[in-house]
T-cell receptor
């Protein structure tokens, strides 16, 4: 039981490049989400999903795209990277009793 | 809107003292309030949570209190130890539409020997 697996752990992009952050969970959780963490701003919700085929916007969705084709996977796409998207990204899935399980994080730098 | 405010942003205590972190939330529909601890370079981990049908919950040296009328909840750590040094986040579950877990900005706790 690996829990929540995120890849890559580190990534450097140039402004305007696109990329996908991968997230997978093996706990059969319906709810998955993406957060970004910036100094002094806590964990801000980007997008979330309550099940395959259902996604919704969080607090800071602009510049990001998501889809949920399976229960296990919830990738986050940066369409055209900007320096303001430099951050640490965490994927998380949530159990039926609301407990959140985080992945190990992706440190992204956009130059 | 859905908002969680957390204070203080930094907290420094001597080993053995108590530490208290406070959070307020903006929406009275919330019914679940967890606290997460994040050590340097690691992922956040759940340390304790409370639901709206209780006013206090304890787990060894940590406790959480909830005042739904005032829309605030607090984390209490007693007999602090150096390994308690970390960033602590409060969160609240907002039930408008699909349930969303919104976090406070975090408190950096330093426990000095």
């Amino acid at each position: 039981n690996a829990g929540v697996t995120q890849t890559p752990k580190f990534q450097v992009l140039k402004t305007g490049q696109s990329m996908t952050l991968q997230c997978a969970q093996d706990m059969n959780h319906e709810y998955m989400s993406w957060y970004r963490q910036d100094p002094g701003m806590g964990l801000r919700l980007i997008h979330y999903s309550v099940g395959a085929g259902i996604t919704d916007q969080g607090e800071v969705p602009n510049g990001y795209n998501v889809s949920r084709s399976t229960t296990e996977d919830f990738p986050l796409r940066l369409l055209s990277a900007a320096p303001s998207q430099t951050s640490v990204y965490f994927c998380a899935s949530r159990s039926a009793n609301e407990k959140l399980f985080f992945g190990s994080g992706t440190q992204l730098s956009v130059l | 809107g859905e908002n969680v405010e957390q204070h203080p942003s930094t907290l420094s205590v001597q080993e053995g003292d108590s530490a208290v972190i406070k959070c307020t939330y903006s929406d009275s529909a919330s019914n679940y309030f967890p606290w997460y601890k994040q050590e340097l370079g690691k992922r956040p981990q759940l340390i304790i949570d409370i639901r709206s049908n209780v006013g206090e919950k304890k787990d060894q040296r940590i406790a959480v209190t909830l005042n739904k009328t005032a829309k605030h909840f607090s984390l209490h750590i007693t007999e602090t130890q150096p390994e308690d040094s970390a960033v602590y986040f409060c969160a609240a579950l907002f039930s408008g539409g699909y349930n969303k877990l919104i976090f406070g900005a975090g408190t950096r706790l330093a426990v000095h020997p």
